[in-house]
């Protein structure tokens, strides 16, 4: 069983930096990559940035390139989240997710196998 525990996020002023971080464990039990989504009250959860160990490769939505950076650091087991440039509209409840089957970057929620328990991050004016 994969566990994933995430840490950072909280409440920052617009064009602020956050970090969000997610710890796997057991030690990469099979892990593929990971996923990191945000649900925003009355709006569909929406796929953030996706990251894959091989190849390694990274993805991002639209509306966060350029702002966010999704990286992996292999001595700590963890997943990071780099948030710049925050705009309101950032404001949302986000989630990581471990996934075991390889392949490409996935953007869709069922392909996700294990998920963090969620990390709040709110941009105020």
């Known amino acids: 069983q994969v566990q994933v525990v995430q840490s950072g996020g909280g409440l920052v002023q617009a064009g602020g930096s956050l970090r969000l971080s997610c710890t796997i464990s057991?030690?990469?039990?099979?892990?593929?990559?990971m996923g990191w989504f945000r649900q925003s009250v009355g709006k569909d959860g929406e796929f953030v940035a996706g990251?894959?160990?091989?190849?390694?490769?990274?993805k991002y939505a639209d509306s966060v390139k350029g702002r966010f950076t999704v990286s992996r650091d292999d001595v700590d087991n963890t997943v990071s989240l780099q948030m710049s440039a925050l705009s309101p509209e950032d404001t949302a409840l986000y989630y990581c997710?471990?996934?075991?089957?390889?392949?490409?970057?996935?953007?869709?929620?069922?392909?996700?196998?294990?998920w963090g328990q969620g990390t709040q991050v709110t941009v105020s004016q």
């Open positions: 057991p030690r990469n039990r099979g892990v593929s990559g």
């Open positions: 997710a471990a996934r075991q089957r390889s392949g490409s970057i996935s953007g869709t929620v069922s392909d996700y196998d294990y």
């Open positions: 990251i894959s160990w091989n190849p390694a490769a990274t």
